[in-house]
Protein backbone atom coordinates (compact mmCIF):
# COMPACT_ATOMS: atom_id res chain seq x y z
CA UNK A 1 0.00 0.00 0.00
CA UNK A 2 1.22 3.34 -0.72
CA UNK A 3 2.47 5.36 2.03
CA UNK A 4 0.13 7.63 3.17
CA UNK A 5 1.96 10.64 4.23
CA UNK A 6 3.81 10.52 0.59
CA UNK A 7 0.37 10.20 -0.90
CA UNK A 8 -0.32 13.59 1.41
CA UNK A 9 2.38 15.57 -0.17
CA UNK A 10 1.72 14.51 -3.64
CA UNK A 11 -1.73 15.50 -3.72
CA UNK A 12 -0.80 19.00 -1.89
CA UNK A 13 2.60 19.33 -4.47
CA UNK A 14 2.16 23.43 -5.50
CA UNK A 15 5.70 24.95 -6.69
CA UNK A 16 5.25 27.70 -4.14
CA UNK A 17 7.96 30.21 -2.55
CA UNK A 18 7.90 28.18 0.48
CA UNK A 19 8.72 24.56 -1.24
CA UNK A 20 11.79 26.80 -3.19
CA UNK A 21 13.19 27.90 0.33
CA UNK A 22 12.64 24.51 1.78
CA UNK A 23 14.74 22.97 -1.03
CA UNK A 24 17.54 25.35 -0.83
CA UNK A 25 17.43 24.75 3.20
CA UNK A 26 18.01 20.99 2.34
CA UNK A 27 20.57 21.29 -0.58
CA UNK A 28 23.09 22.55 2.04
CA UNK A 29 22.82 19.43 3.69
CA UNK A 30 23.99 17.28 0.31
CA UNK A 31 27.72 16.38 1.32
CA UNK A 32 27.17 16.25 5.32
CA UNK A 33 24.17 14.79 5.62
CA UNK A 34 22.85 13.15 2.14
CA UNK A 35 20.05 11.43 3.67
CA UNK A 36 18.01 14.61 4.05
CA UNK A 37 18.82 16.30 0.62
CA UNK A 38 17.66 13.69 -1.50
CA UNK A 39 15.30 12.07 0.31
CA UNK A 40 13.51 15.85 0.16
CA UNK A 41 14.35 15.77 -3.07
CA UNK A 42 12.80 12.51 -4.03
CA UNK A 43 9.84 13.40 -1.79
CA UNK A 44 9.21 16.50 -3.78
CA UNK A 45 10.10 14.71 -7.54
CA UNK A 46 7.27 12.76 -6.94
CA UNK A 47 4.83 15.22 -5.96
CA UNK A 48 6.28 17.46 -8.95
CA UNK A 49 5.88 14.24 -11.48
CA UNK A 50 2.66 13.81 -10.48
CA UNK A 51 0.95 16.83 -11.58
CA UNK A 52 1.41 15.25 -14.95
CA UNK A 53 0.98 11.39 -14.84
CA UNK A 54 -1.27 9.03 -12.46
CA UNK A 55 1.95 7.00 -10.81
CA UNK A 56 0.05 4.27 -9.04
CA UNK A 57 0.38 1.38 -11.13
CA UNK A 58 2.69 3.05 -13.70
CA UNK A 59 5.81 1.14 -14.98
CA UNK A 60 8.60 3.75 -14.20
CA UNK A 61 12.06 3.96 -15.68
CA UNK A 62 14.86 6.39 -13.28
CA UNK A 63 17.89 6.34 -16.14
CA UNK A 64 20.62 6.72 -13.64
CA UNK A 65 18.82 6.49 -10.67
CA UNK A 66 21.33 6.34 -8.62
CA UNK A 67 21.54 4.92 -4.63
CA UNK A 68 17.79 4.36 -4.07
CA UNK A 69 16.35 7.58 -2.61
CA UNK A 70 14.00 7.57 -5.84
CA UNK A 71 13.17 4.32 -5.59
CA UNK A 72 11.35 4.30 -2.17
CA UNK A 73 10.13 7.59 -3.09
CA UNK A 74 8.21 6.09 -5.77
CA UNK A 75 7.17 3.05 -5.02
CA UNK A 76 5.85 4.40 -1.85
CA UNK A 77 3.52 6.25 -4.77
CA UNK A 78 2.52 2.88 -5.96
CA UNK A 79 4.80 2.90 -9.20
CA UNK A 80 6.16 0.31 -10.51
CA UNK A 81 10.06 1.00 -10.49
CA UNK A 82 12.81 0.50 -12.55
CA UNK A 83 16.30 2.20 -12.04
CA UNK A 84 19.07 2.57 -14.51
CA UNK A 85 22.69 3.20 -14.07
CA UNK A 86 26.22 2.84 -15.09
CA UNK A 87 27.88 3.35 -12.09
CA UNK A 88 27.57 -0.08 -9.99
CA UNK A 89 29.54 2.53 -7.03
CA UNK A 90 26.08 4.75 -7.27
CA UNK A 91 23.80 2.03 -7.51
CA UNK A 92 25.34 0.42 -3.96
CA UNK A 93 25.20 3.58 -2.35
CA UNK A 94 22.93 2.81 0.31
CA UNK A 95 23.83 -1.41 0.52
CA UNK A 96 23.26 -3.77 -1.51
CA UNK A 97 21.87 -3.51 -5.79
CA UNK A 98 18.30 -3.28 -4.99
CA UNK A 99 16.11 -6.08 -7.36
CA UNK A 100 14.75 -3.72 -10.24
CA UNK A 101 17.94 -1.88 -10.89
CA UNK A 102 19.61 -2.78 -14.16
CA UNK A 103 23.16 -1.69 -14.91
CA UNK A 104 23.50 0.02 -18.25
CA UNK A 105 24.24 3.01 -20.13
CA UNK A 106 21.84 5.96 -21.23
CA UNK A 107 22.90 6.40 -24.61
CA UNK A 108 21.74 2.68 -25.23
CA UNK A 109 18.79 1.97 -22.92
CA UNK A 110 18.34 -1.91 -22.86
CA UNK A 111 14.58 -1.68 -23.06
CA UNK A 112 12.49 -2.40 -26.11
CA UNK A 113 10.26 0.73 -27.50
CA UNK A 114 7.36 1.88 -26.06
CA UNK A 115 7.22 -0.23 -23.18
CA UNK A 116 7.24 2.30 -20.22
CA UNK A 117 4.39 4.76 -18.98
CA UNK A 118 6.95 7.22 -17.31
CA UNK A 119 10.50 7.66 -18.60
CA UNK A 120 12.18 9.85 -15.86
CA UNK A 121 15.45 11.26 -14.89
CA UNK A 122 16.98 13.78 -12.75
CA UNK A 123 20.39 15.53 -12.59
CA UNK A 124 21.92 12.78 -15.35
CA UNK A 125 21.91 14.41 -18.60
CA UNK A 126 24.96 17.05 -17.64
CA UNK A 127 26.82 13.83 -16.73
CA UNK A 128 26.86 12.33 -20.93
CA UNK A 129 29.21 12.72 -23.53
CA UNK A 130 25.96 12.78 -25.61
CA UNK A 131 23.13 14.56 -23.77
CA UNK A 132 20.63 15.03 -26.47
CA UNK A 133 21.02 10.73 -27.58
CA UNK A 134 19.80 9.85 -24.30
CA UNK A 135 16.74 12.06 -24.59
CA UNK A 136 16.26 10.76 -28.08
CA UNK A 137 16.18 6.87 -25.92
CA UNK A 138 13.83 8.02 -23.54
CA UNK A 139 11.17 8.83 -26.06
CA UNK A 140 11.77 5.62 -27.64
CA UNK A 141 11.01 3.49 -24.83
CA UNK A 142 7.97 5.44 -23.59
CA UNK A 143 4.40 3.89 -24.90
CA UNK A 144 2.35 6.44 -26.81
CA UNK A 145 0.45 8.36 -23.64
CA UNK A 146 3.31 7.77 -21.67
CA UNK A 147 5.35 10.90 -20.29
CA UNK A 148 9.11 11.31 -20.52
CA UNK A 149 10.16 13.95 -17.65
CA UNK A 150 13.40 14.90 -17.90
CA UNK A 151 15.31 17.74 -15.59
CA UNK A 152 19.52 18.16 -15.40
CA UNK A 153 21.79 20.98 -14.03
CA UNK A 154 22.30 24.06 -16.35
CA UNK A 155 25.99 24.40 -16.91
CA UNK A 156 25.63 28.57 -16.66
CA UNK A 157 23.46 28.12 -13.07
CA UNK A 158 25.09 28.71 -10.04
CA UNK A 159 25.66 25.04 -9.40
CA UNK A 160 26.79 24.32 -12.94
CA UNK A 161 30.16 23.07 -12.16
CA UNK A 162 29.08 20.74 -8.91
CA UNK A 163 31.38 21.14 -6.59
CA UNK A 164 33.95 22.75 -8.71
CA UNK A 165 31.33 25.79 -8.33
CA UNK A 166 31.66 29.06 -8.89
CA UNK A 167 35.16 28.48 -11.13
CA UNK A 168 33.55 26.83 -13.51
CA UNK A 169 32.14 30.24 -14.78
CA UNK A 170 35.86 31.01 -15.88
CA UNK A 171 36.06 27.07 -17.67
CA UNK A 172 34.74 23.85 -16.83
CA UNK A 173 38.47 22.84 -17.09
CA UNK A 174 39.98 25.61 -15.62
CA UNK A 175 38.23 25.04 -12.55
CA UNK A 176 38.90 21.19 -12.50
CA UNK A 177 42.30 22.34 -12.24
CA UNK A 178 41.78 24.45 -9.26
CA UNK A 179 40.03 21.98 -7.63
CA UNK A 180 42.84 19.00 -8.08
CA UNK A 181 45.38 21.61 -6.96
CA UNK A 182 43.07 22.62 -3.69
CA UNK A 183 41.87 19.48 -2.33
CA UNK A 184 44.44 17.20 -3.64
CA UNK A 185 42.11 15.31 -5.94
CA UNK A 186 40.11 15.09 -8.75
CA UNK A 187 36.64 16.27 -8.04
CA UNK A 188 33.91 13.25 -8.12
CA UNK A 189 32.64 15.09 -11.10
CA UNK A 190 35.00 15.61 -13.78
CA UNK A 191 34.57 18.27 -16.39
CA UNK A 192 35.28 16.87 -19.78
CA UNK A 193 34.92 13.23 -18.63
CA UNK A 194 31.54 12.59 -16.49
CA UNK A 195 30.26 16.57 -16.43
CA UNK A 196 29.57 18.24 -19.71
CA UNK A 197 27.91 22.14 -20.02
CA UNK A 198 24.60 21.64 -20.72
CA UNK A 199 22.71 24.79 -21.40
CA UNK A 200 18.73 25.87 -21.14
CA UNK A 201 18.85 27.05 -24.95
CA UNK A 202 20.55 23.42 -25.96
CA UNK A 203 17.48 21.89 -24.16
CA UNK A 204 14.53 24.27 -25.40
CA UNK A 205 16.14 23.70 -29.02
CA UNK A 206 15.61 19.99 -28.54
CA UNK A 207 12.33 19.90 -26.53
CA UNK A 208 10.60 22.29 -29.73
CA UNK A 209 12.22 20.15 -32.01
CA UNK A 210 11.16 16.81 -30.95
CA UNK A 211 7.41 19.34 -30.75
CA UNK A 212 7.96 19.10 -34.49
CA UNK A 213 7.61 15.99 -34.89
CA UNK A 214 4.89 13.62 -35.06
CA UNK A 215 5.58 11.21 -31.89
CA UNK A 216 5.56 13.53 -29.07
CA UNK A 217 3.69 16.61 -27.21
CA UNK A 218 5.75 19.12 -25.19
CA UNK A 219 3.91 19.24 -22.19
CA UNK A 220 6.33 21.98 -20.40
CA UNK A 221 9.64 23.37 -19.49
CA UNK A 222 10.22 24.88 -16.12
CA UNK A 223 12.90 25.96 -13.79
CA UNK A 224 12.62 23.27 -11.32
CA UNK A 225 13.09 24.54 -8.37
CA UNK A 226 11.62 27.92 -8.61
CA UNK A 227 8.15 29.38 -7.37
CA UNK A 228 5.13 28.79 -10.38
CA UNK A 229 5.36 32.76 -10.80
CA UNK A 230 9.37 32.56 -11.75
CA UNK A 231 8.25 30.22 -14.69
CA UNK A 232 8.67 32.94 -17.06
CA UNK A 233 12.47 32.68 -16.77
CA UNK A 234 12.57 30.08 -19.55
CA UNK A 235 11.61 32.40 -22.08
CA UNK A 236 14.46 34.72 -21.71
CA UNK A 237 17.48 34.24 -23.18
CA UNK A 238 20.78 34.70 -21.36
CA UNK A 239 18.96 35.36 -18.15
CA UNK A 240 17.92 31.72 -18.11
CA UNK A 241 21.05 30.33 -18.22
CA UNK A 242 22.40 32.27 -15.02
CA UNK A 243 19.26 32.02 -12.60
CA UNK A 244 17.02 28.62 -14.36
CA UNK A 245 19.61 26.37 -11.82
CA UNK A 246 17.72 23.32 -13.32
CA UNK A 247 15.53 22.72 -16.39
CA UNK A 248 12.92 20.38 -16.71
CA UNK A 249 11.63 19.21 -19.91
CA UNK A 250 8.22 17.36 -19.82
CA UNK A 251 7.13 15.59 -23.46
CA UNK A 252 3.82 13.36 -24.22
CA UNK A 253 4.24 10.62 -26.46
CA UNK A 254 1.74 10.13 -28.94
Known amino acids: MPDESLSVTRAAWRATLGRSVRLLDDFRYEQPDPDRFYRALAADSVGQLA ?12 VGGGPGYFRDAFRAAGATYWALDADVGELSGLGGIAAGTVVGSGLQLPFRDGCLDVCYSSNVLEHVPDPWRMAEEMVRVTRPGG ?4 SYTVWWGPWGGHETAPWHFLGG ?11 GREPKNRFGESLFAVTVAAG ?14 LVDLVPRYHPWWAHWLVRVPVLRELVTWNLVIVLRKR
Do not use: P, S
Open 51 to 62: TYADLDGAVLLD
Open 147 to 150: LVFL
Open 173 to 183: ARARRRYRRKH
Open 204 to 217: VRWARARARADDVD
